[in-house]
């Protein structure tokens, strides 16, 4: 069973807020990953990590930004939220070095701006 | 919010069929693909995973077939049943090093009792 945590689950905001989705695992990943998925539609890559400090946008351009403090924490914040990005986040994770790559992902969290 | 991208490709199939979900890799490079699957409101989870020294491993119900010549996976579901329902991705990795695993477009399927 995977042990990444995705904070919050849902989240109704309007325009112009600055949020920030939190992301912890227990596993001691070093590689750490942000995707956006709208529902029915694939799965893009927006941020990724490999490992303290080390941050790295992804294939999908977005207005959000990411930090990696620890290793066990990988928040996504948008500093003014508007309607384009209501979307489901997905936080994910896997080993570096000898690992198979296998992504561990957390339950998502669901974004809605009004 | 406006959606980016294509909508999904669909496969419907009736309870007790088996199923066959197709899926095109681009990296000749890639030692290791896993199949996934996303469930309506979660993550997408572990299924069953295959190195590129093999062509065919079997799970409990699920079969990955891997074609390099053509860099073609797929996955084949046996007895398929209602829970079975949902979105099946598959993933291409390169082991060892910094790759960051590419996901396929993924398929929905849809099992009607």
């Known amino acids: 069973e995977a042990d990444i945590y995705q904070t919050p689950r849902y989240l109704v905001i309007g325009t112009g807020k600055k949020i920030t989705l939190e992301c912890s695992q227990t596993m001691g990943h070093d590689k750490m990953y942000w995707y956006q998925q709208d529902p029915g539609m694939e799965l893009h890559l927006i941020h990724y990590s490999y490992g303290v400090n080390s941050t790295e946008k992804g294939d999908l351009s977005s207005e959000s930004t990411v930090s990696r403090i620890r290793t066990e924490h990988f928040p996504l914040t948008l500093e003014s939220a508007r309607p384009s990005h209501t979307s489901q986040y997905l936080c994910a994770s896997s080993e570096f070095g000898t690992g198979t790559g296998e992504l561990f992902f957390g339950e998502g969290s669901r974004l809605t701006v009004l | 919010g406006e959606s980016v991208g294509l909508h999904l490709p669909t496969l419907s199939v009736q309870e007790g069929d088996n199923s066959i979900i197709n899926c095109a890799y681009s990296?000749?490079?890639?030692?290791?693909f896993i199949w996934y699957k996303q469930e309506s409101g979660k993550g997408p989870q572990f299924i069953i995973d295959i190195r590129s020294n093999m062509d065919k491993r079997q799970g409990q119900r699920v079969t990955v077939l891997l074609n390099k010549t053509v860099k073609h996976l797929s996955l084949q579901i046996a007895a398929t049943q209602p829970g079975d329902s949902a979105v099946y991705f598959c993933?291409?990795?390169?082991?060892?090093?910094?790759?960051?695993?590419?996901f396929g477009r993924g398929t929905s399927l849809i099992v009607h009792p």
């Open positions: 993933a291409e990795n390169i082991r060892g090093g910094s790759y960051i695993p590419t």
């Open positions: 990296n000749s490079a890639s030692d290791y």
